[in-house]
């Protein structure tokens, strides 16, 4: 988390976990202890118990990419390194560390956030807003599970470890647990009401679009809801300060000083928009004779704080010897913003080979089809070489940082996924619509891709291709394939192409056998495995 944000050093809860502050460095080996009682009586303890929760979920996104962009169409792994081409090929075992990892990073930030929720009547009134930040970070967790594993518990209070309270929490079928997260998306938007807008922690803003989300991933979508809670984002985006970032084009956007703004010139101003949004900065020139922005991405965090962000976990690059990245194992309890988002889609992440794109992808992923997009998303210099050898691997760029202590924040809602969300809520299950807020909002999106508006009717298929190629490496593609009812379509015939073993079961990832050992003859293994 950045630095201007949260200024506490670090916190340890006698209940086995330390939370870290998020200064510029931190010196963990003499951190602050204080129990949890005591912490409930300092002044500001219910802000030291939401920073926690925010620190744990750092954790979350570490290896996400691998089981949810890895099993999609986007990208795949080189077969020769470990169990990444397992995931890939939809033959994970449940005893995979990736699939044990997630559910349990997922369910150490639910402990944190029930720590707050199970004392919420002792926060004085100046924090409440720490209750809603609670409630919105479990129901984030929660949704993030019952979308990777299906049937999951429901976890609303502190478990005691020495207990067999647990039984009391069995696996629910996922119309019920998506009942519980939108309740509690619900509860946090009365308790987020009137809090500062802050991109890097949760806000009311930010609930009603998750909750809206959630209302359309659940097995029976409740387009009506989810519809009524965008609306009233959508309609009201100046007054929660949201928009797309997109420059307005002129004379000064003149690259080679010809008095003309091409449209390649115009594209290219639109390409640094994009790359902007994910605090990305351009260190190159225009080049007249391609037509095209050469150069290479970098992170600036001084351009991670825009419009377009609606709710981000912050990491920053921090220059030590002494820090604990997300990969350090389940028992490190202290951590550092120094950790990376995901390793392995970073500039480091080829050489694990698994942020690879697939030749499907590229057939949409071009400069030909996506002007803007392209530049921004994948590596122009590996396509070339890839269009001369289709040996050659294409890569991500959408992250530039550098291995394990990258800086790139990791963008959980932005205003783009917003707008097609609405225009998927209108659209309401139905193969098109001629609704012209649906297509108002799919067409922000698109000219800022620099690409022409559909008029008149937009369809289904229209609005899923748009959210592959714009949200391309942002863990999005499995989950809108489930969502829209194509998945079993679309993986299977990627599966059948590329000698894959993917089957109906398998869109979810196996619940993590160590649960099951956990607790015997209580948790089930889903279909499939």
């Not at 409440?128 to 967790?141: D, I, K, S």
């Not at 979508?221 to 309609?235: G, Q």
């Not at 992250?399 to 097609?420: F, H, K, M, Q, S």
């Not at 863990?475 to 192409?497: K, M, P, T």
């Amino acid at each position: 988390m950045k630095k201007i944000y949260i200024k506490f050093i670090i916190v340890c809860f006698s209940i086995s976990t330390l939370f870290t502050s998020c200064e510029e460095e931190l010196d963990l080996s003499n951190p602050t202890a204080l129990s949890l009682e005591e912490l409930l009586q300092t002044d500001n303890g219910f802000e030291l118990l939401a920073n926690g929760v925010l620190d744990a979920y750092q954790k979350v996104p570490a290896n996400e990419f691998l089981l949810i962009e890895l099993r999609s169409d986007n990208v795949r792994a080189n077969t020769e390194n470990g169990n990444y081409p397992e995931i890939n090929a939809y033959t994970v075992d449940p005893n995979n560390g990736d699939v044990a990892t997630y559910y349990s990073n997922n369910m150490a930030a639910i402990k944190h956030a029930n720590t707050i929720i199970d004392n919420r009547f002792l926060a004085p009134e100046d924090q409440q807003y720490t209750v809603g930040e609670a409630y919105f970070m479990r129901a984030l967790c929660h949704f993030n599970l019952v979308r990777a594993y299906q049937n999951v518990p429901f976890i609303d209070k502190v478990l005691d470890v020495d207990s067999d309270e647990a039984r009391d929490y069995p696996q629910l079928p996922e119309e019920e647990v998506y009942e519980k997260i939108i309740d509690d998306f619900r509860t946090s938007i009365a308790f987020l009401n009137g809090a500062e807008q802050n991109k890097y922690r949760p806000t009311e803003g930010a609930a009603i679009c998750l909750a809206a989300k959630a209302y359309l991933s659940q097995p029976n979508p409740n387009y009506m809801e989810a519809e009524l809670l965008l609306a009233s984002v959508v309609e009201n985006s100046a007054s929660f300060g949201y928009s797309l970032l997109k420059t307005d084009i002129g004379a000064a956007n003149d690259f080679n000083g010809d008095g003309v703004v091409s449209d390649s010139e115009y594209n290219a101003n639109l390409t640094l928009d994009f790359g902007h949004v994910f605090g990305n900065e351009f260190s190159g020139d225009y080049s007249d004779s391609d037509e095209v922005l050469e150069g290479d991405w970098t992170n600036n965090s001084g351009l991670e704080i825009n419009d377009e962000i609606i709710f981000s976990i912050a990491y920053d690059l921090v220059s030590s010897d002494n820090y604990v990245t997300s990969d350090s194992g389940l028992d490190d309890q202290v951590e550092t913003d120094s950790e990376s988002h995901s390793f392995a889609m970073t500039l480091q992440g080829p050489s694990n080979g698994v942020n690879i794109a697939t030749l499907d992808f590229l057939e949409v992923m071009n400069p030909e089809s996506e002007p803007v997009r392209f530049y921004a998303s994948v590596n122009p210099l590996n396509y070339s070489s890839f269009l001369s050898d289709n040996t050659v691997d294409v890569f991500n760029t959408k992250y530039p940082t550098d291995g394990e202590i990258g800086d790139n924040d990791w963008i959980i809602l932005r205003y783009a996924d917003v707008l097609l969300l609405y225009a998927e809520a209108i659209l309401g299950g139905a193969n098109s619509t001629t609704d012209q807020r649906a297509i108002d909002a799919y067409n922000q999106v698109r000219v800022r891709a620099g690409l022409e508006e559909v008029l008149g009717n937009l369809t289904k298929q229209e609005l899923l291709d748009e959210r592959r190629v714009e949200f391309v490496y942002e863990n999005q593609r499995l989950y809108d394939l489930i969502r829209f009812g194509e998945a079993d379509n679309v993986l299977q015939d990627f599966s059948n192409e590329n000698s894959l073993s993917y089957t109906a079961d398998r869109k979810f990832l196996p619940f993590p056998q160590r649960e099951i050992d956990n607790l015997p003859n209580f948790y089930t293994q889903n279909n499939g495995y």
